[in-house]
């Protein structure tokens, strides 16, 4: 009585370790694109907790690599004059920037909006 394994399949094959759902019907694949590819929309927001002053701009949902948020980070900090920094895909810049960001952004081609307080 030891046939217990294939509990654990079922007649359309294999299951993801992810959801346990058939691979077939398996969505975490499609959710993973979504997250990389986000919904195209740049969101610009700003960050006053435990800032201090006036905090700082946040710009998400950039659909670019490293490089190149460093890159646009780079061009950004010189338009606002002020610092910023790049964290987990995320551009900080210093200060309330977001009307410049999103002309700037917008002139880019980007879909940029703003979002949040
Ligand atoms: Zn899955």
Same mark, same amino acid.
């Given at each position: 009585?030891?046939?217990?394994? &294939?509990?654990?399949? %079922?007649?359309?094959?294999?299951?993801c370790?992810?959801?346990?759902?058939?691979v077939?019907?398996?969505i975490?694949?499609?959710?993973?694109?979504?997250?990389?590819?986000?919904?195209?929309?740049?969101?610009? &927001?700003?960050? %006053?907790?435990?800032?201090?002053?006036k905090g700082?701009?946040?710009?998400?949902?950039? &659909?670019?690599?490293?490089d190149?948020?460093?890159?646009?980070s780079?061009?950004?900090?010189?338009?606002?004059? %002020?610092?910023? %920094?790049?964290?987990?895909?995320?551009?900080?810049?210093?200060?309330?920037?977001?009307?410049?960001?999103?002309?700037?952004?917008?002139?880019?081609?980007?879909?940029?909006?703003?979002?949040?307080?």
């Amino acid at each position: 009585m030891s046939s217990s394994r &294939s509990v654990y399949s %079922t007649d359309s094959g294999r299951l993801c370790p992810d959801c346990n759902k058939a691979v077939a019907a398996c969505i975490c694949q499609q959710q993973k694109k979504l997250l990389i590819k986000g919904d195209g929309i740049v969101r610009i &927001s700003r960050e %006053t907790k435990g800032r201090g002053g006036k905090g700082v701009s946040l710009i998400s949902g950039l &659909s670019l690599d490293d490089d190149a948020i460093k890159q646009l980070s780079g061009k950004l900090k010189k338009l606002c004059g %002020t610092g910023g %920094t790049v964290k987990d895909g995320v551009i900080e810049i210093q200060g309330d920037q977001r009307d410049k960001l999103l002309i700037y952004l917008s002139e880019q081609g980007y879909k940029a909006k703003l979002a949040g307080g």
